[in-house]
Every structure is written in C-alpha cells, then in structure tokens.
C-alpha cells in the first residue's frame, strides 16, 4: 500500500537541507520504504509504502516521533469517487492553496484522461497539470527543471484560447507566467480568480 504522508514542518532551513534532516532522522526509525520527498512553507510530505496495513499506526507514531505532528495520511491505493469537473477543480483550487500540487496534480490529470485529444479543455487542464508541477519540483528543490516548465504550461493556457476557465482567471495566470519567464526565477503565485467569482476560504 501507499500513502501520502504530511507531517508540520517548523524548521526555516532551505528545502534540500528539510528533506536531509527528514531522511536522517526516519533513518534510525523502523520505517518501510520513504520517498519523493517534498517541502511546502508549512509541511513535509513524502510516500510511504507499507506491505503491512496493520502496521500503519506504529510507523505514524514512529514519524511522529522523528520528525513531529503528521498532519494528514492519505491511502494513494485506494480508489477515489469519480468527480465531475467543478467538483474536481474546486478541489485542486484548495489543494492549491494548501501548497499540495503533488495532490493538484493528480486530480487534475484524471480529468485529463478522459477529455479528447486536441479538445480546448484538454489543453487548459494540461496547463494547470504543468503549473501544479512545476511547484512539485520547486518543493523538492528542483528549480531548474521548474523553470524549464514555465513555457509549456503558458504554452498550454494559451491553446485553450478563452480567459477564464471555472472562476479561474486563464489571462492572469498567463500573464504571471509571462512574467516569470521573462524574469528567469519561479515565484509562488496566488491562483487568480475571474472577477465576480470570490477567493476559496
């Protein structure tokens, strides 16, 4: 089985230096596999894979322990309930929010997967699935590979040809990628919003 795994995070060290010290201190704890490690402003998150369901509570106490408070575990093996398209947008606008692009990502994409090839909402989908990894990789410390996305997701935006995409503002988005193209550094960015369309609480 395998689980996403959040645990607070309260050190201010640089995110490579987040995932050493997370992978020191699981060391001495005994832990099954642990991995594709990922540093949010206020969590660390990896996958866990465990053979023994029964033994999930023991290897939360032992992260607890090592690491401190787990926020959240979530089951990546069982299924999901099928979702329409607001259902499943409002929800990867939360997780984005939540700097959870991992998650944003996953949702995103099986959307993805049913839509037709070349379809406009195909593309717009692709270019949120793009924008939700290219936070991925800036949450592993990945940040070259990050602004190598930059352009296919604006790219992606672009092929959808409308401005606003379920009160997600697609013009915005575009132009604060422009932006960090234009720059060469990735910034963390606000979701933008169609006007008369409120922010997610």
Do not use: T
Request: aromatic share 6%; hydrophobic share 40%.
């Amino acid at each position: 089985m395998r689980y996403l795994v959040r645990v607070r995070r309260a050190e201010s060290l640089d995110i490579p230096a987040v995932i050493g010290l997370a992978r020191e201190k699981l060391a001495d704890c005994d832990l099954p596999r642990h991995e594709n490690y990922r540093v949010s402003s206020s969590a660390v998150e990896f996958d866990l894979f465990e053979a023994f369901p029964e033994r999930l509570d023991e290897d939360i106490r032992a992260i607890s322990s090592a690491l401190g408070p787990v926020e959240s575990v979530r089951n990546l093996s069982a299924s999901e309930p099928a979702r329409d398209i607001v259902a499943c947008l409002d929800l990867a606008q939360r997780m984005y929010s939540e700097e959870r692009y991992w998650e944003m990502h996953e949702e995103l994409e099986s959307q993805w997967r049913m839509l037709p090839r070349g379809s406009p909402e195909k593309e717009v989908l692709q270019g949120l699935i793009l924008l939700a990894a290219i936070y991925v990789h800036m949450q592993k410390g990945q940040e070259e590979v990050a602004l190598s996305m930059v352009g296919r997701a604006n790219a992606r935006l672009g092929g959808y040809g409308g401005m606003e995409y379920h009160g997600i503002d697609i013009g915005a988005l575009r132009a604060a990628l422009e932006d960090m193209s234009n720059g060469g550094r990735v910034r963390f960015i606000d979701l933008p919003r169609s006007a008369g369309r409120p922010a997610e609480a």
